[in-house]
């Protein structure tokens, strides 16, 4: 039996928004009524608690209408015939929703809280979606979102560096690269002949990539479908 290929698929806020979720460059999506220091930074946590838990309660109410588009069920399915991890931005569920076994959240889970001391205490919002503003967690610190605000250090980028350096093929999808450190993951893949395949329909800056790479300017949900067929043909 062939040994299996070590797939990492490295997704962005383009693979959920076929889903519907909002990203923050939608002009008329939820982002768009807030400023992202206003509720996305420790200082707003701090200077207006009310206005950051009323954000995330919102985009929690949110997410919990949106269902896996077809973009999440190929990756999800991909584990029938390769070795696969994801690499996520998104802090929505939709990947876990769809199947995917192995997932890793950049920057933080939306269905989870966590204590404003204790960074390791983390809870899971097992109902519903409001975090009440007064909740405490077993230290009896108040808790706050499960997010990676702007300004604080991404705790799983070491592990996700680690996972890309040993991929035999890294798939991205649905992220402009401009976010780091997140979008330097790609110069994580151990040698130059691996190939980088790009599902994006737009032209997010590859300049400083050396790998073969291969853009398909398709949605997540069109694309990635695509893609998975054909590289399951080619491994099997």
Sequence with gaps: MKQQKKIVVFTGAGVSADSGIATFRDADGLWANYRIEEVCTPEALKNDRAKVIEFYNLRRKESLTK??????????????????????????????????????????????????????????????????????????????????????????????????????????????????PAASLVYFVRNKEIPIYLVDPGMPDTSMIQNPLIHIKERGAVGVPLLLEKLRKELA
Aim: glycine share 8%; proline share 4%; hydrophobic share 40%.
């Design 67 to 180: 269902k896996p588009n077809e973009g999440h069920i190929a990756i999800a399915e991909m584990e029938q015939w390769a070795d696969v991890c994801v690499i996520t931005q998104n802090v929505d569920n939709l990947h876990e929703q769809a199947g995917s076994t192995r997932v890793v959240h950049l920057h933080g889970e939306l269905m989870k809280l966590r204590s404003e001391v204790n960074p390791e205490l983390i809870y899971n919002i097992n109902e519903g979606w409001e975090q009440s503003l007064d909740e405490r967690g077993e230290d009896g610190e108040l808790l706050r979102p499960h997010i990676v605000f702007f300004g604080e250090d991404v705790p799983m980028f070491e592990l996700a560096s680690r996972i890309v350096e040993h991929a035999d093929i890294l798939i991205v999808v649905g992220t402009s690269l401009a976010v780091y």
